[in-house]
């Protein structure tokens, strides 16, 4: 299986800060078709995850664009460019290049 | 509006069986994979099982497989999760999601609790 590996696992931040997180994965996320299967995901405290970021860079609809994600073959990050206060909450990179889908620990950003 | 609402968690004995369903509103369900992903409690992400859009497809997570049987019903807009034998490594919360890895969209459900006791 692949291993995806995030760090920190506890970002302190500080509102209007710039904040990143770091993915490793144990193989590249690359596909036959050329494309990088991994998602970046939100999970908010008391909610459902929620997806922000896939194929590495494209953002959802209704994502801000300060939620910047970049990255190649088996590292990646995500960088928020100024934290906001709906930021808050577990943040976890996932691979969807093979089966399982595999999940980071998840990255918990607290002010 | 998407809606993806799941339900049948509960408290079940070690050994013991319980169907999860998933009903989805909001989106062409069947143009969908869609997936059971879990959540122990305090836990991280774990993704347990996905379907294709025909149900010809399923894959499971090792520690499942000859214990859970994911099915559909696309004249029904649902999604299942047979679980039987369980264990109390089993708690948690159940999310069905279509978990795209692609450009579809992404949607999560509010989650049933399994409570497996030992």
């Known amino acids: 299986d692949v291993v995806m590996t995030q760090s920190p696992l506890l970002l302190p931040v500080t509102l209007g800060q710039p904040a990143s997180i770091s993915c490793r994965s144990s193989q590249s996320l690359v596909r036959s078709d050329g494309i990088t299967y991994l998602t970046w995901l939100l999970q908010r405290p008391g909610q459902s995850p929620r997806r922000l970021i896939y194929?590495?860079?494209q953002r959802d609809s209704g994502v801000p664009d300060r939620f910047i994600g970049s990255g190649s073959g088996t590292d990646f990050t995500l960088k928020i460019s100024r934290v906001e206060g709906e930021d808050i909450g577990v943040y976890y990179c996932?691979?969807?290049?093979?089966?399982?889908?595999?999940f980071g620990q998840g990255t918990k950003l607290e002010i | 509006e998407v809606q993806l609402v799941e339900s049948g968690g509960g408290l079940v004995q070690s050994g013991g069986s319980l169907r999860l369903s998933c009903e989805a509103s909001?989106?062409?369900?069947?143009?969908?994979?869609m997936n059971w992903v879990r959540q122990a409690p305090g836990k991280g992400l774990e993704w347990v099982a996905n379907m294709n859009q025909h149900g010809g497809d399923q894959y499971y997570v090792d520690s499942v497989k000859g214990r859970f049987t994911i099915s559909r019903d696309n004249a029904k807009n649902s999604l299942y999760l047979q679980m039987n034998n369980l264990r109390a490594e089993d708690t948690a919360i159940y999310y069905c999601?279509?978990?795209?890895?692609?450009?579809?969209?992404?949607?999560w459900g509010q989650g049933t609790l399994v409570t497996v006791s030992s």
């Open positions: 194929q590495v860079s």
């Open positions: 909001g989106i062409i369900f069947s143009n969908y994979w």
């Open positions: 996932m691979q969807g290049v093979e089966r399982p889908h595999t």
């Open positions: 999601s279509t978990l795209a890895v692609g450009d579809s969209g992404d949607y």
